[in-house]
C-alpha cells in the first residue's frame, strides 16, 4: 500500500512482501469471525464506506459491502447504472459529491484501465481509494483472496507453480495475480491462444505457453479465467467449442493434475467454456472458498487502510460479543 497521508490499494505493484504478508494475516485472523454466531466487530463504528461501481458486479460489490458492515461502517452503494452517471455526470463530479458526503473510503470499479488512479490521485478527494477493477488493468484484492486461497490450501506461497489458464489478454484478475504471486515467490505460468495472450508478456515476472496439457503436471494450482466477451471487439478464436477444446478444463484434464492441485476460478463462471460443471462443482475447485475469503481480505483491506492500529479482533471479553 503506498506510504504518504492518504493510502490507497490501487495495484499490486505497490504491494511489498511484508504488506501483503500482513494483509493475509490481517484477514486469517478475521476469518475466525466467520465462525461465531455475531461476525460484526465495532472496529470501524462511525465511519464511511462508499462501493462506486461504474461496471457491472455480483461478488466484489457484495463482498465489500459484506466486509465494510462486518467491522460496522456505514455503507453506501453506487451503482452508475439509475445514477446521474448515466445522464453524463462525470468521475470528477461524482468524486465531489462523495467528497461532500463524507466518505473515508471509496472502493471503486471502473471501465477505464486507470481509473482508480485517477479518482485516488486527481485531487478531488481525501478518501483512501481501494482499486475494485480498473478496464483490463488491474484487481488487487482479487489476487489478495487469491494468495490467501493458495496459501490455506498448498500450505504456502513460495515455490508453487500456480498456472493461468484463458483470457489473459482482457483479464485484470491475471495481472494482478502476476505481480503478487511473483512477489510472494510463486512460479506463475500463463497459459492462452495467441490471441489472448498480452503483447510484452516476455517482461512480465512469469513464463508463458500456448499448450496448455504439457503444464499440468507440473501445477499445484490451475487458475481458470473468464472468457471476456462484453470486451471483444473481433473474434480471437474459431469456435467456443475449439477453445473449450484446447483451453478448457474438463474432468480429463483435471486428472492430469497432481493430486493435491486446485482448481480456481474468479467467477463469474461461463460453465461449459472455460470450465466444465463438472470440474467448477468438484472438491477440488476453490470457487466457493475464494468468495469466503474474499470477505476477510476485505475486511484487512479496509481496516489497514483506514488506520486500524490495534490488534484486528483484540482479546477483551470474547463472551460480549456472542
Ligand atoms: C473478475 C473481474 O471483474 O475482473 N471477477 C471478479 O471480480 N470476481 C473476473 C471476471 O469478470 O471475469
Given at each position: 500500500?503506498?506510504?504518504?497521508?492518504?493510502?490507497?490499494?490501487?495495484?499490486?505493484?505497490?504491494?511489498?512482501?511484508?504488506?501483503?504478508?500482513?494483509?493475509?494475516?490481517?484477514?486469517a485472523?478475521?476469518a475466525?469471525?466467520?465462525?461465531?454466531?455475531?461476525?460484526?466487530?465495532?472496529?470501524?463504528?462511525?465511519?464511511?464506506?462508499?462501493?462506486?461501481?461504474?461496471?457491472?458486479?455480483?461478488?466484489?460489490?457484495?463482498?465489500?459491502?459484506?466486509?465494510?458492515?462486518?467491522?460496522?461502517?456505514?455503507?453506501?452503494?453506487?451503482?452508475?447504472?439509475?445514477?446521474?452517471?448515466?445522464?453524463?455526470e462525470?468521475?470528477?463530479?461524482?468524486?465531489?459529491?462523495?467528497?461532500?458526503?463524507?466518505a473515508?473510503?471509496?472502493?471503486?470499479?471502473?471501465?477505464?484501465?486507470?481509473?482508480?488512479?485517477?479518482?485516488?490521485?486527481?485531487?478531488?478527494?481525501?478518501?483512501?481509494?481501494?482499486?475494485?477493477?480498473?478496464?483490463?488493468?488491474e484487481?488487487?484484492?482479487?489476487?489478495?483472496?487469491?494468495?490467501?486461497?493458495?496459501r490455506?490450501?498448498?500450505?504456502g506461497?513460495?515455490?508453487?507453480r500456480?498456472?493461468?489458464?484463458?483470457d489473459v489478454?482482457?483479464?485484470?484478475?491475471?495481472?494482478?495475480?502476476?505481480?503478487?504471486?511473483?512477489?510472494?515467490?510463486?512460479?506463475?505460468?500463463?497459459?492462452?491462444?495467441?490471441?489472448?495472450?498480452?503483447?510484452?508478456?516476455?517482461?512480465?515476472?512469469?513464463?508463458?505457453?500456448?499448450?496448455?496439457?504439457?503444464?499440468?503436471?507440473?501445477?499445484d494450482?490451475?487458475?481458470?479465467?473468464?472468457?471476456?466477451?462484453?470486451?471483444?471487439?473481433?473474434?480471437?478464436?474459431?469456435?467456443?467449442?475449439?477453445?473449450?477444446?484446447?483451453?478448457g478444463?474438463?474432468a480429463?484434464?483435471?486428472?492430469?493434475?497432481?493430486e493435491h492441485?486446485?482448481?480456481?476460478?474468479?467467477?463469474?463462471?461461463?460453465?461449459?467454456?472455460?470450465?466444465?460443471?463438472?470440474?467448477?462443482?468438484?472438491?477440488?475447485?476453490?470457487?466457493?472458498?475464494?468468495?469466503?475469503?474474499?470477505?476477510?481480505?476485505?475486511?484487512?483491506?479496509?481496516?489497514?487502510?483506514l488506520?486500524?492500529?490495534?490488534?484486528?479482533?483484540?482479546?477483551?471479553?470474547?463472551?460480549?460479543?456472542?
Amino acid at each position: 500500500m503506498s506510504a504518504g497521508p492518504r493510502r490507497h490499494l490501487l495495484s499490486t505493484a505497490d504491494l511489498s512482501a511484508e504488506d501483503a504478508m500482513l494483509i493475509l494475516d490481517t484477514a486469517a485472523e478475521f476469518a475466525r469471525l466467520a465462525d461465531r454466531p455475531i461476525k460484526k466487530l465495532p472496529t470501524l463504528r462511525g465511519r464511511t464506506v462508499v462501493n462506486l461501481f461504474y461496471e457491472d458486479s455480483t461478488r466484489t460489490r457484495i463482498s465489500f459491502e459484506t466486509a465494510a458492515k462486518r467491522l460496522s461502517a456505514d455503507v453506501i452503494n453506487f451503482s452508475a447504472k439509475g445514477s446521474s452517471v448515466s445522464k453524463g455526470e462525470s468521475l470528477k463530479d461524482t468524486a465531489l459529491t462523495l467528497e461532500a458526503m463524507g466518505a473515508d473510503a471509496v472502493v471503486v470499479r471502473h471501465w477505464a484501465s486507470g481509473g482508480a488512479h485517477r479518482l485516488a490521485h486527481a485531487g478531488w478527494i481525501r478518501s483512501a481509494v481501494v482499486n475494485a477493477g480498473d478496464g483490463t488493468h488491474e484487481h488487487p484484492t482479487q489476487a489478495l483472496l487469491d494468495a490467501y486461497t493458495l496459501r490455506a490450501r498448498l500450505g504456502g506461497l513460495e515455490g508453487r507453480r500456480v498456472t493461468v489458464v484463458g483470457d489473459v489478454l482482457h483479464s485484470r484478475v491475471a495481472r494482478s495475480n502476476v505481480r503478487l504471486l511473483a512477489t510472494l515467490g510463486a512460479e506463475v505460468t500463463l497459459v492462452a491462444p495467441p490471441t489472448l495472450m498480452p503483447f510484452g508478456v516476455e517482461g512480465w515476472p512469469c513464463s508463458s505457453s500456448y499448450a496448455l496439457d504439457p503444464v499440468l503436471p507440473k501445477s499445484d494450482a490451475v487458475m481458470m479465467l473468464r472468457v471476456q466477451r462484453e470486451r471483444m471487439d473481433q473474434a480471437f478464436f474459431p469456435t467456443e467449442r475449439e477453445y473449450s477444446r484446447r483451453y478448457g478444463m474438463h474432468a480429463d484434464r483435471m486428472a492430469q493434475l497432481p493430486e493435491h492441485a486446485v482448481v480456481m476460478h474468479p467467477g463469474p463462471m461461463n460453465r461449459g467454456l472455460e470450465i466444465s460443471a463438472e470440474v467448477a462443482d468438484s472438491a477440488r475447485s476453490t470457487v466457493t472458498e475464494q468468495v469466503a475469503n474474499g470477505v476477510s481480505v476485505r475486511m484487512a483491506v479496509l481496516y489497514l487502510l483506514l488506520g486500524g492500529s490495534e490488534p484486528a479482533i483484540g482479546t477483551e471479553d470474547e463472551g460480549e460479543r456472542r
